[in-house]
T-cell receptor, first 109, second 112 residues
Framework: RKEVEQDPGPFNVPEGATVAFNCTYS??????FFWYRQDCRKEPKLLMS???SGNEDGRFTAQLNRASQYISLLIRDSKLSDSATYLC??????????FGKGTTLSVSS | GAGVSQSPSNKVTEKGKDVELRCDPI?????LYWYRQSLGQGLEFLIY????????KSGLPSDRFSAERTGGSVSTLTIQRTQQEDSAVYLC??????????FGPGTRLTVT
């Protein structure tokens, strides 16, 4: 079983749509969780950390369910500029981050 | 402020040659990571340095790959006797103790 699994997509949505990405992780000792965004031929950039209580940053909402080892990212009112690959990332203390292979989002007008 | 920098940005080399890739992390970041990413693929972890601890080399694909980090700052990834399958973008990242990683722009390696 892969350590971090994501639906690769692609997710093709119109502008203004709400889209949700899911991610599962296998190691129950994982302590930190993040969503990164990667544009085509660019390096990954931190989108947001994911906290147990859930957190929101503008149109983006991240949720963590430790019992189910599940992380989600919700994007509301999608913009063309949201088109990218979204990477789910987890780690334990003292180890490297483990990246999922990413979910591709394409927002069209 | 200054982010993670990597050099060169692009490297074309002949099969069998050695290459060195450089990473300058963000000042004060204790952790440094190397990944590689082939076209259309996910990130592949290579090696991880944390402070003065022994590096985690578990991701290095073969003994042709090595890395060092001098003085807890700059890191060099060396690939000996390059093969065509080594062609990829090599990404370096650094992080403070909060674990959030910041990536450099990468080095695009092409082995001909």
């Amino acid at each position: 079983r892969k350590e971090v699994e994501q639906d690769p997509g692609p997710f093709n949505v119109p502008e203004g749509a709400t889209v949700a990405f899911n991610c599962t992780y296998s190691n129950s000792a994982s302590q930190s969780f993040f969503w990164y965004r990667q544009d085509c031929r660019k390096e990954p950039k931190l989108l947001m950390s994911v906290y147990s209580s859930g957190n929101e940053d503008g149109r983006f909402t991240a949720q963590l369910n430790r019992a189910s080892q599940y992380i989600s990212l919700l994007i509301r009112d999608s913009k063309l500029s949201d088109s990218a690959t979204y990477l789910c990332v987890v780690n334990q203390a003292g180890t490297a981050l483990i990246f999922g292979k990413g979910t591709t989002l394409s927002v069209s007008s | 402020g200054a982010g993670v920098s990597q050099s060169p940005s692009n490297k074309v080399t002949e099969k069998g040659k050695d290459v060195e890739l450089r990473c300058d992390p963000i000042s004060g970041h204790t952790a440094l990571y190397w990944y590689r990413q082939s076209l259309g693929q996910g990130l592949e972890f290579l090696i991880y340095f944390q402070g003065n601890s022994a590096p985690d080399k578990s991701g290095l694909p073969s003994d042709r790959f090595s890395a060092e980090r001098t003085g807890g700052s700059v890191s060099t990834l060396t690939i000996q006797r390059t093969q065509q399958e080594d062609s990829a973008v090599y990404l370096c990242a650094s992080s403070p103790p909060s674990y959030e990683q910041y990536f450099g722009p990468g080095t695009r390696l092409t082995v001909t």
